[in-house]
């Protein structure tokens, strides 16, 4: 254990006490906005930044990234303002899909950076914030002083684990394999969709949206996806059962505002269920599945309330977030996984 303790001091050594009043302090404010399932970050402003260049400078912006979870998709910054210590951004950078449980369990993470035009970026401060420290719909204001570095786990940065890239040829789905077995299955990490249903009554039918989809699985060696969403309206009513979106390119936070239409009585609609699958495009092969979720009279919880909702409220736009699941593909995701049958 006293080995143990020295490598952690080494590689992990405490910064002295006045260390932090050198960085900086950050000024910044959280809304959690619960009706439409918003956070909103507000950076106002910062002082007193330790100079980062041979002018005794910075060119300093911020970085957000919600803990846990995959690096790329959940990463917002602000723009970059150059040759300053004091910088002033009033800029506001919203995560969408957050729900009340997220609001329990997740933490942000802030980052003052210094960007480099010829080299790397340089990290200067960062500051961490339990989000179950706001509450719903009210502003909190923030002005602290920001911190070393507080080293990530792998749980929190999986997109960046070495191993995880290093495997990404040996077959489909082994790309996304350690942001699931990392957090124990956690089947969030595959991302949030945003659907609306109505059933109109003056075209006699229903009408699909797909709103936007957030925190996607990256799928590709780039470290993004180019996602597009298909519907299915099962059983099967012939061509006009499916549909499906445009493509999106290199993003984990598609925006689509697609609608779709399908011809169907109401009365026969409790029979039906809608299949929601999210894939990511691939050029002159196989399109790989990131998550999907099914609506219906069969579904539970959120996706069951979602589809009762819609045939009870006639003509009544009807929003929810729904968590993308890993569900009946399986298979084909992970084929490395399944042992051969010997006959």
């Given at each position: 254990?006293?080995?143990?303790a020295?490598v952690?001091?080494?590689l992990?050594p405490?910064p002295?006490p006045?260390?932090p009043?050198?960085?900086?302090?950050?000024e910044?404010s959280?809304?959690?906005?619960?009706?439409?399932s918003?956070?909103?970050?507000?950076?106002i402003k910062?002082?007193?930044?330790?100079p980062?260049?041979?002018?005794?400078l910075?060119?300093p912006?911020?970085k957000?990234?919600?803990?846990?979870?995959?690096s790329?998709s959940n990463k917002?910054?602000?723009?970059?303002l150059?040759n300053?210590r004091?910088p002033v951004w009033n800029?506001?950078?919203?995560y969408?899909?957050?729900?009340?449980?997220?609001?329990?369990?997740k933490?942000l993470?802030?980052?003052?950076?210094d960007?480099?035009?010829?080299?790397h970026?340089e990290?200067?401060?960062?500051?961490r914030?339990?989000?179950k420290?706001?509450?719903a719909?009210?502003k909190k204001n923030f002005?602290?002083c920001?911190?070393?570095v507080i080293?990530?786990?792998i749980?929190?940065?999986?997109?960046?684990s070495?191993?995880k890239?290093?495997?990404?040829?040996?077959g489909?789905?082994?790309?996304c394999?350690?942001s699931?077995?990392?957090r124990?299955?956690d089947v969030?990490?595959?991302?949030?969709?945003?659907?609306?249903?109505?059933?109109s009554?003056q075209?006699?039918?229903?009408i699909v949206g797909?709103?936007?989809?957030v925190?996607?699985?990256?799928?590709d060696?780039n470290?993004?996806?180019?996602?597009f969403?298909k519907?299915?309206?099962k059983?099967?009513?012939?061509?006009?059962a499916k549909?499906?979106t445009q493509?999106k390119?290199?993003?984990?936070?598609?925006?689509f505002?697609?609608?779709?239409?399908?011809d169907?009585?109401h009365?026969?609609?409790?029979?039906?269920s809608?299949?929601?699958s999210?894939?990511?495009?691939d050029?002159?092969?196989?399109?790989?599945?990131i998550g999907?979720c099914q609506?219906?009279i069969?579904?539970k919880?959120e996706r069951l309330k979602h589809?009762?909702?819609?045939?009870k409220n006639?003509d009544?736009?009807i929003?929810?977030?729904?968590?993308l699941?890993?569900e009946?593909?399986?298979?084909s995701?992970f084929?490395?996984?399944?042992?051969?049958?010997?006959?």
């Open positions: 254990m006293q080995l143990l020295g952690l001091t080494r992990f405490s002295p006045s260390l009043a050198t960085l900086g302090a950050l910044f959280l809304l959690y906005d619960q009706d439409n918003s956070l909103h970050c507000t950076l910062a002082k007193g930044l330790k980062m260049d041979s002018n005794g910075a060119d912006y911020v957000l990234h919600l803990l846990p979870g995959a790329k917002l910054r602000t723009k970059t150059r300053t004091n800029e506001t950078l919203v969408h899909g957050i729900t009340d449980e997220d609001m329990q369990r933490t993470r802030i980052s003052v950076c960007e480099d035009k010829f080299g970026n990290f200067i401060g960062e500051t914030v339990a989000l420290k706001l509450k719909n009210q002005n602290i920001l911190e070393r080293p990530v786990s749980h929190e940065n999986s997109f960046c070495p191993w890239w290093h495997l990404r040829d040996a489909r789905g082994w790309r394999l350690t699931l077995v990392d124990g299955g969030e990490e595959r991302g949030k969709i945003l659907v609306s249903l109505m059933y009554t075209q006699g039918g229903l797909i709103v936007r989809c925190h996607l699985a990256a799928m060696a470290g993004y996806s180019d996602p969403v519907l299915w309206l059983p099967d009513m012939g061509k006009k549909h499906k493509i390119k290199k993003t984990l936070n598609p925006e505002n697609e609608e779709f239409f399908y169907i009585k009365s026969d609609l409790a029979k039906k809608l299949d929601i999210v894939w990511d495009y050029i002159g092969k196989s399109n790989d599945y999907g609506l219906g069969t579904a919880g589809w009762y909702e819609c045939l006639k009544k736009k929003e929810r977030w729904h968590t699941q890993n009946n593909h399986v298979a995701a084929p490395v996984l399944i042992p051969a049958q010997h006959t």
